[in-house]
């Protein structure tokens, strides 16, 4: 039987520890303050950075170097002939379709599976491969069970400021103008990958509403009759994620919620007090 890895980017959420926990290789994706580049928990905090953006820090993200992503797999290859590399989706970051040509030179022990997730949904990706590992599936039929579920998924988000999104181009400065006064909080949703507009609400509460109503929504249509998992995600303040992820346990008493910090990587683009909440398939 062949020797499988795993390896994901930090656009997971999946932390050092718990890819050593679980023996997944982790690619960290950098981001860059003021100009100057890190790697989150390596050379900079989670509060370190959320400090730097409190105070006017210009922030954005970048991809790692062919050389670093080369290394890292030339590493777990030392240890396993065949590697299943989990990147975020190809439609919110170029670095998939980089990550496949760099493969092209690994005659075919490297695949690279673009299963359209990122955050809270990429990380149960890790999990269902490496499930698929241990019930002995080879590299290939990994590879495939990880593209016919991509769509097994739904994650919903609200942010506190617009500015982020104006930044990166999301929204227009008019738009994100015109919403701060009218404290108009846009609730975004990503399936497939692509990050789209859900429903514009006003406050704050109307956006965790909206979000809670979407999902018993997926419950019951698109996902009825399966077992699903449901966890929350935040960034910046953890009392807040803390906070957010016991209404989503109070309003859906039949699952186990569980919560994590969204990664820098993402916390660049969409900024602190963020709320998410995704729902994917329990394989």
Known sequence: MQ???????????????????CGVALMPMPFTVNGRNYIENVNMSYSEFFE???DGAAVATSQPSPEDV????????EECERLIYIPMSSALSSSCQSAKLFAEDYDGRVLVADNRRISISQKQSVYD??????????ADQILQRLLDTAMEASIYLTVDDLKYLKRGGRITPSVAAIGTVLNIKPVLQIQGGKLDTYKKVRG???AQHTMLEAIRKDLDTRFAGTEMILRTAYTGDADVGRL???EVQMKFPEFKVTGDPLPISIACHVGPGVIALGLMKKI
């Open 3 to 21: 020797k499988i890895g795993i390896i994901t980017d930090t656009n997971s959420g999946m932390t050092q520890q718990e890819a050593q926990q």
């Open 204 to 206: 704050l509460r109307a």
């Open 70 to 77: 080369m290394n890292c797999w030339n590493r777990a290859l």
């Open 52 to 54: 730097h953006l409190a």
């Open 129 to 138: 491969a490496l499930k698929w590992r241990d019930e002995g599936l080879d």
């Open 244 to 246: 957010w992820n016991a």
